[in-house]
């Protein structure tokens, strides 16, 4: 009869402990579900305001360039004259009429980094003429070079590693317009190309 007894009382704990377990485990996997969910939102949405940020990031500039960078001498669009911003590189600058400040002929990239002051990667970023390249001598430069970018006409620019990801020979123009997106006045942008550029009427 103890027997019995004891083999029962020894069945029913162990049944008693196997219950616990179960209880114990699914409410935690369900816990772990639950919390993915909230820090992918959270990611994503810090993502989206970084891209804002970039975009609402004044172009504007001091309309300081290099020393030995070399003035175009006869350009498409000479300075004082207004142009069309046909091809824009941030979101306003499309369609807007530009006034030119300055026109050069340089090399001019595009390249990918990661800017000094935190944040996301810059991709094909426009645009970053060779003078504003350290000690990278007077031949272009290759397509997949690492740089060490000698620009502040974006935040985070001046001494970041770069990748060279395009290369051309072109005149670029540091330009005044306005966005076409709210009114923003962007003064001394640099740089917008010959091609990105367009007559104006009346031009």
């Given at each position: 009869m103890k027997k019995t007894m004891f083999g029962t009382v020894v069945i029913f704990i162990a049944l008693s402990v196997a219950a616990c377990g179960n209880t114990n485990e699914e409410p935690h996997d369900a816990h772990?579900?639950?919390?993915?969910?909230?820090?992918?939102?959270?990611?994503?949405?810090?993502?989206?305001?970084?891209?804002?940020?970039?975009?609402?990031?004044?172009?504007?500039?001091?309309?300081?360039?290099?020393?030995n960078l070399k003035v175009a001498e006869n350009p498409s669009y000479k300075v004082g004259e207004t142009a069309l911003i046909v091809d824009g590189h941030m979101s306003g600058m499309e369609g807007a009429e530009a006034t030119v400040v300055g026109a050069y002929e340089t090399y001019v990239y595009t390249v990918s980094y990661t800017p000094t002051t935190g944040g996301d990667p810059e991709i094909n970023h426009?645009?970053?003429?060779?003078?504003?390249?350290?000690?990278?001598?007077?031949?272009?430069?290759?397509?997949?070079?690492?740089?060490?970018?000698?620009?502040?006409?974006?935040?985070?620019?001046?001494?970041?590693?770069?990748?060279?990801?395009?290369?051309?020979?072109?005149?670029?123009?540091?330009?005044?317009?306005?966005?076409?997106?709210?009114?923003?006045?962007?003064?001394?942008?640099?740089?917008v190309t010959e091609e990105e550029l367009g007559p104006h009427h009346g031009h």
């Open positions: 772990e579900n639950d919390e993915a969910t909230p820090v992918e939102m959270e990611e994503t949405e810090e993502t989206e305001m970084n891209h804002d940020d970039h975009a609402h990031m004044d172009h504007s500039s001091s309309g300081e360039v290099p020393q426009k645009w970053v003429i060779h003078e504003e390249l350290a000690d990278v001598g007077e031949a272009p430069v290759e397509v997949g070079t690492e740089v060490i970018l000698d620009a502040d006409h974006m935040t985070g620019m001046e001494g970041a590693v770069a990748t060279i990801d395009s290369v051309q020979k072109t005149t670029v123009y540091m330009v005044d317009f306005t966005l076409t997106t709210g009114g923003d006045v962007i003064t001394n942008h640099k740089w």
